[in-house]
């Protein structure tokens, strides 16, 4: 190009190139069926040549729909939410919608400046992970009139549909689980965000229930990691005598823990016990297999999708909330 400034591409523009009105290049890129063929092939192929980009925010003014929908996770880097997004986005984008996608990094004034955005975009529906937000992301979203999915939790009070499960109950059996191993001394290494503090809670709660005395828990404000995984399980064995089991809030801290538990020559599940959670795509090939609880986050993709769908085409849904449920898949380290 020299550097010599392009030509914007205009609706008129491609017109004039393909010999036909402003209103026909518009039905051929909104009611391309509505259009004969010869005419059809002359606009995409001046679209083509141009590289005309469709105005679609003006178009949906006219429409008021803008075929987009906002989608927010804490992690773009945790894969078993990224399974989620990939399911969801499949589905949507399969019924002509296209994602935009925003990462919170566990934090709930991220997640309502990124709310503040995206809704500036005039979304037609928008996914969130979780049903924890701020007052005035609530009110936003209030205000927004969009349908709205909140994932990876379950309530009996959602924004407006919600698809996940109850992290109350995963810390709940899991404590379960290991009492009825015969364990009875018990640790959590936890990351520090909302959903992984319910299932903590459960977890120390119902262990107190049955009698159980022998209770360390570490909770940690960092994002999950195998870095923050080895450094709890490290403290625990500097304190802590063997054995014992320990429930940590993701396969990322379980996996940093099981490394630090080899590393000292320790043996799994002998001296500690590791259950994880996620059942992220590594945790059957770790030796020894990770014990983990599995989430079924294609199906919780799936089926907030299929909501938001029900919801924009004016269908009935089943109700507002779907449980997924949870299963605890039990490997080799307990």
Sequence with gaps: MNGQPTTKATLESVAKLAGVAPSTVSRVLNTPDKVPQKTLDRVNQAISQTGYVPNLIAGSLASNRSRLIAAITPSMANLVYAETMQSFSRVLKDNGYEVLLGESGYDLKAEE????????????????????????????????????????????????????????????????????????????????????????????????????????????????????????????????????AVFCSSDVVALGALFEVLARGLSIPDDVAIMGFGNQNFAMYTHPALSTVRVDCINMGEK???????????EQTEGHSFDVGFEILARETS
């Design 304 to 314: 907030s999708a299929q909501m938001l769908l029900a919801r924009l085409q004016n």
């Design 113 to 244: 400046k990124i709310v503040t955005t995206v809704l500036s975009r005039r979304p037609d529906a928008i996914f969130l992970t979780g049903i924890h937000h701020t007052l005035e992301c609530r009110r936003r979203l209030h205000s927004a009139g969009i349908p709205i999915v909140e994932s990876w939790d379950i309530t009996p009070t959602p924004l407006d549909l919600v698809v996940g499960f109850s992290h109350a109950e995963v810390g709940k059996s899991v404590a379960t689980y290991f009492c009825d191993k015969g364990y009875t001394s018990f640790s959590l290494a936890s990351a520090g965000d909302q959903r992984a503090h319910v299932r903590a809670e459960a977890y120390l709660k119902e262990l107190s229930a049955r009698g159980q005395t022998d209770i360390t828990p570490v909770i940690r404000e960092p994002s999950p990691s195998v870095a923050l995984g080895r450094s709890i399980m490290s403290d625990l064995l500097d304190q802590k005598k063997t054995p014992f």
